[in-house]
């Protein structure tokens, strides 16, 4: 039994044995310390320890911290003519470069981007000279860090801006709005401003934007420049110019199409009789129709602050002038009617136009009406007016010499008055018995008629004597207003073809116009 004792005891004093030894040599090796933890968490640590948020991170005070940005535009929310406010959504990036915030990739698990907080570290303040509002745009609290420094802070925004916006050539006018960024303290010797991407590519990219509302997207332009106010320090800022063109189709169809459909019938009314009071109660109650159809349309139709627009309502408010196409560049870019009383602020041009067309109708049809309307004292045709309208005006409109045949003149009825008066007294003086008994009777003469049939034959010819007079005044009065109906025609024919030529005129001027404005 000897042999076994040995071994058992060797084996109850060998784990004793080692274990000094194990744990001397792990408290010999050297650990670096928060060997355990996370590399981000380590970098982060290392990063912020000793960052000063407020101060501009360069080593140098010298060297201007140069801020790159770019604007995607993403939407058109809404365009406030009367307020002369344009909102949208944009896509903003800017990255900088910051000296504090280095590390080698090695050093940290190969890490070459992190994410940190934004209110830790040190923005640039740049914004917005155009800014009217705080819009609803979410807040991204990270920015990302490259291991050489570069800071790229990405974040979406609703703009609402202030734009000199400019309806006179509604539904085909252009906009254009500038978005100036500036840092609103620091001039350039402490921050520079410059542009992320070719101009080509910014002025071109349409990649995200929402194309199918009310307005179009051109062009967003960029320009840099300096200025300074008052000889002070100079200040860099980039200017991005959103040039939008409002789609017409909409308007074109709702608002134009009607009122050139009331006009067309306002026209085809100058067809109805001169003589006919029916005309003048049309033309009121198509004035009347027109002016319930802008009513109803003014809601649709923008309203401006400034000028008085080719089509749509002017408010009463002030405001400042607009440059074609622009809101504060200097580089340029590439009608219905109002009624009064309800809407605030004074009509378009068109619309006035438009307006003033129609009563201009309805003058010239009261007129009319007024000259061939029968009228028991109606004066003769004037033979200057009846030389000028129905010879040298009918022959100028080619409707023939309206010549009317001529009334015998007042001599020769005044003459037939006469004999029938003669013939009466004649008749009178052959009537009384005196008369009759002293007229010497021939031969072969009948007996004179008694007494009571003189008398008669007397009666009569008195009561034909009064209803030829009054037949030839009737027939003089029908000849006079004839004569008038004749001038009233030919003075329709006249003033028609004059309005419809003024109605021509202003319609190819308007559609050129339009022509130019939709394909400059």
Known sequence: MLPWVPRALLGLLLPTLLAPR?????????????????????????LLANYKKGVRPVRDWRTPTTVSIDVILYAILSVDEKNQVLTTYIWYRQYWTDEFLQWNPEDFDNITKLSIPTDSIWVPDILINEFVDVGKSPNIPYVYVRHHGEVQNYKPLQVMTACSLDIYNFPFDVQNC??????????????????????????????VFMNQGEWELLGVLTQFQEFSIESSDSYAEMKFYVVIRRRPLFYAVSL?????????????????????????????????????????????????????PLIGKASSLGGAPWGRGTGASPSPTSPVCLPPGPVPGST?????????????????????????????????????????????????LCLGEQSTPRRPPATSQAAKTDDCSDMGNHCSHLGGPRDLEKTPRGRGSPPPP??????????????????????EKREGSREVARDWLRVGSVLDRLLFRIYLLAVLAYSITLVTLWSIWQYS
């Open 348 to 396: 378009g041009v068109y619309f006035v136009v438009c307006m003033a067309l129609l009563v201009i109708s309805l003058a010239e049809t009261i007129l009319i009406v007024r000259l061939v309307h029968k009228q028991d004292l109606q004066q003769p045709v004037p033979a200057w007016l009846r030389h000028l309208v129905l010879e040298r005006v009918a022959l100028l």
């Open 450 to 471: 008694p007494r009571e049939a003189s008398l008669a034959v007397r009666g009569l010819l008195q009561e034909l004597t009064s209803i030829r007079h009054f037949l």
């Open 22 to 46: 194990g744990e001397a040599k792990h408290r010999g090796d050297p650990q670096p310390p928060n060997a355990s933890r996370p590399a981000l968490l380590r970098l982060s640590d290392h």
């Open 178 to 207: 500038s978005l100036t960024f500036t840092s609103w303290l620091h001039n350039i010797q402490d921050i520079n401003i410059s542009l992320w991407r070719l101009p080509e590519k910014v002025k071109f990219d349409r990649s």
């Open 256 to 308: 134009l199409l009607p009122s050139i459909f009331l006009m067309v019938v306002d026209i085809v009314g100058f067809y109805l009789p001169p003589d006919s009071g029916e005309r003048v109660s049309f033309k009121i109650t198509l004035l009347l129709g027109y002016s319930v159809f802008l009513i109803i349309v003014s809601d649709t139709l923008p309203a401006t602050a400034i000028g008085t």
